[in-house]
């Protein structure tokens, strides 16, 4: 069983519709939890940073964190076609450096 | 802007032969890493540096090398390429502990 578990998808919407990208993992030790996004071909860039269980919004994106179930969350609301892209979960211990991340999911935002 | 470039953006080799891919950034960051991206794995860190002369095996270290003589650089060599190490290569910085990474774009290797 992989550490962090991550649906590929893809998973396609609708413009302007709410998307949900989960991710569950297995050691209860993680701290830290990113989501990050990749555009095809570019490296992956910080999209979200939280620490331990709670809610954090920017703009049309919230991430939550449940560490009693060990599952995170990326909301997207009002989706756009420039969110297709692939979203990828990433989490690390106490000291933060060396992140596990989840496979990454495809989302495809049609207009 | 400070960044993090990779070079070449694209190479292909053959297998036995030695190859190695260029990482520079310009943050100053200490920790620098390696991870090599593959469908249905994701990112999986190959080697890491927390600073010169400093380098530390990752999960998936077997057949690659690092060296770190300076802040600036990382450069990952492949001894002998192998067809399993066809891949995409990310390089990525990190100013400290809890900070997030900061990425290159990739270098997409395919060995033959």
């Known amino acids: 069983q992989k550490e962090v578990e991550q649906d590929p998808g893809p998973l396609s919407v609708p413009e302007g519709a709410i998307v949900s990208l989960n991710c569950t993992y297995s050691n209860s030790a993680f701290q830290y939890f990113m989501w990050y996004r990749q555009y095809s071909r570019k490296g992956p860039e910080l999209l979200m940073y939280t620490y331990s269980s709670g809610n954090k919004e920017d703009g049309r994106f919230t991430a939550q964190v449940d560490k009693s179930s060990k599952y995170i969350s990326l909301f997207i609301r009002d989706s756009q076609p420039s969110d297709s892209a692939t979203y990828l979960c990433?989490?690390?211990?106490?000291?933060?450096?060396?992140?596990?991340f989840g496979a990454g999911t495809i989302l495809r935002v049609k207009s | 802007d400070a960044e993090i470039t990779q070079s070449p953006r694209h190479k292909i080799t053959e297998t036995g032969r030695q190859v190695t891919l260029a990482c520079h950034q310009t943050w100053n960051h200490n920790n620098m890493f390696w991870y090599r991206q593959d469908l249905g794995h994701g990112l999986r860190l190959i080697h890491y540096s927390y600073g010169v002369q400093d380098t530390n095996k990752g999960e998936v270290s077997d057949g690659y090398s690092v060296s770190r003589s300076n802040t600036e650089d990382l450069p990952l060599t492949l001894e002998s390429a192998a067809s399993s190490q066809t891949s995409v290569y990310f390089c990525a910085s990190q100013r400290g502990l809890n900070s997030p990474l900061h990425f290159g774009n990739g270098t997409r290797l395919t060995v033959t």
């Open positions: 990433a989490m690390s211990g106490e000291y933060g450096n060396k992140l596990v």
